[in-house]
């Protein structure tokens, strides 16, 4: 079945870049589908991140923009977040989804990576 | 930015309840709002998209409806395997803004 998998570092430190990766198995990168990052606080619940396509293209939260960056690798069949400046506000429950193609919902999620920002 | 209202925050009903979560979107989305489940330690799972439209595998207790700006998602009669979050998703556009997500507690 498709699946997704995050991976990264769970702690980054203060003013650090963090830098996640969505493996995306048994379905290809390629097709027609719009892939996104979500996370999740206790304070402010689910928050689009952004969202890539295959192509390279991308659109941003742009209560982010300033700091994020996304990236495909058609080759490796995943993508990648660089959120830049981390503070201990970024602290969260980061998640890699796919979206329905045509829409822009998530119908397939990974597991979530949790990340702290932390000295 | 279009805001999503999700209300209650924290409901409490017993196996058999018929629950109801509503959703406000501050502008009209049409029927672009999507529904998900969430439980502790998981991912979200997608219920229901296009207001109404329940996904394959999801029980046909779980329903969706739309007036207007207000949306609503019905169980009809709780289960066990229920008590979850359950959240809101507008995606009229790109910025597919959530709701807060309401808590559903054993009474």
């Known amino acids: 079945q498709v699946q997704l998998q995050e991976s990264g570092p769970g702690l980054v430190k203060p003013s650090d870049t963090l830098s996640l990766t969505c493996a995306v198995s048994?379905?290809?990168?390629?097709?027609?589908?719009?892939w996104g990052w979500i996370r999740q606080t206790p304070g402010k619940g689910l928050e689009w991140i952004g969202y890539?396509?295959?192509?390279?293209?991308?659109y941003y939260n742009p209560s982010l923009q300033s700091r994020v960056s996304m990236s495909v690798d058609t080759s490796k069949n995943q993508f990648s977040l660089k959120l830049t400046s981390m503070t201990a506000v970024d602290t969260a429950m980061y998640y890699c989804?796919?979206?329905?193609?045509?829409?822009?919902?998530?119908?397939?999620w990974g597991r979530g990576t949790l990340v702290t920002v932390s000295s | 930015d279009i805001q999503m209202t999700q209300s209650p925050s924290t409901l409490s009903a017993s196996v058999g309840d018929r629950v109801t979560i509503t959703c406000r979107a501050s502008?009209?989305?049409?029927?672009?709002l999507a529904w998900y489940q969430q439980k502790p330690g998981k991912a979200p799972k997608l219920l229901i998209s296009?207001?109404?439209s329940l996904e394959s595998g999801v029980p046909s207790r779980f329903s969706g409806s739309v007036s207007g700006t207000e949306f609503t998602l019905t169980i009809s009669s709780l289960q066990p395997d229920d008590y979850a979050t359950y959240y809101c998703?507008?995606?009229?556009?790109?910025?597919?803004?959530f709701g807060q997500g309401t808590k559903v507690e054993i009474k």
């Open positions: 989804a796919r979206t329905r193609t045509g829409y822009w919902f998530f119908d397939l």
């Open positions: 048994n379905y290809s990168i390629r097709s027609s589908n719009w």
């Open positions: 890539i396509y295959a192509s390279g293209s991308t």
């Open positions: 502008q009209s989305i049409s029927k672009w």
């Open positions: 296009y207001a109404s």
């Open positions: 998703q507008q995606y009229s556009s790109h910025s597919g803004t």
